[in-house]
């Protein structure tokens, strides 16, 4: 292996790292904002690593796709414990939606600012600057990507959240039943849709977003 792919490989493990923890560690922190000290009590709104590790999401899901070859990465840490009773009692149906897109608001955020970065390291000197700009690159990629898969209604995933929430806050109590019902079948419906075509169709934004908030 040579120090190229090395570097690749770390830079690619930081990105995600910090993509999936920061993602998890937002929703318990919008939902101690609306009271829920759920997540703070039990340390998950920790930056240490290891209390948010999820295996299959966080090692192996992300080592399959590094080592097949995949043009994009992405994964999932340990789901950060929130109580919606005491979100919805402080905040409403909006509290709840805030909690289910805190997630996805961070790893599009992140994807921005690093994108405004990003071209200081547009022409690397060094091995350490081209690093940089791997690491960069990487962030942006892989922040985008984690914030669109999110946002499908599928369960268990956050868009599938939020509007069960809006559902429920604008009293269109067929879809938060449609949504209820589908929830134990909802990663059957996510493994159906990366094997599929439909998934290139889903991921589809992931292109027009990097096409507007890259600078190079």
Known sequence: MTEAEIYKIVASI???????IGHEIMHGWVAYRYGDNTAKSQGRLSINPIV?????G?????????FTGAPFLFGWAKPVPINPRIVIQNGGQNGMIAVALAGITYNFLLAILLSTILPLFANPQSMM?????????QSILINVVLGVFNLWPVPPLDGSQALMHFSAKMKWFGIVRALEKLYPYGMIFIVLI???????????PVRWILGWILPI
């Open 52 to 56: 948010h590790i999820d295996p299959i």
């Open 194 to 204: 990366l094997a599929t075509p439909l998934g290139n169709l889903m991921f589809m």
């Open 14 to 20: 930081l990105a995600i790292a910090v993509a999936i």
């Open 58 to 66: 966080t090692i192996l899901v992300p080592a399959v796709l590094y």
């Open 129 to 137: 600057e081209g690093f940089f700009f791997m690491l960069i690159w």
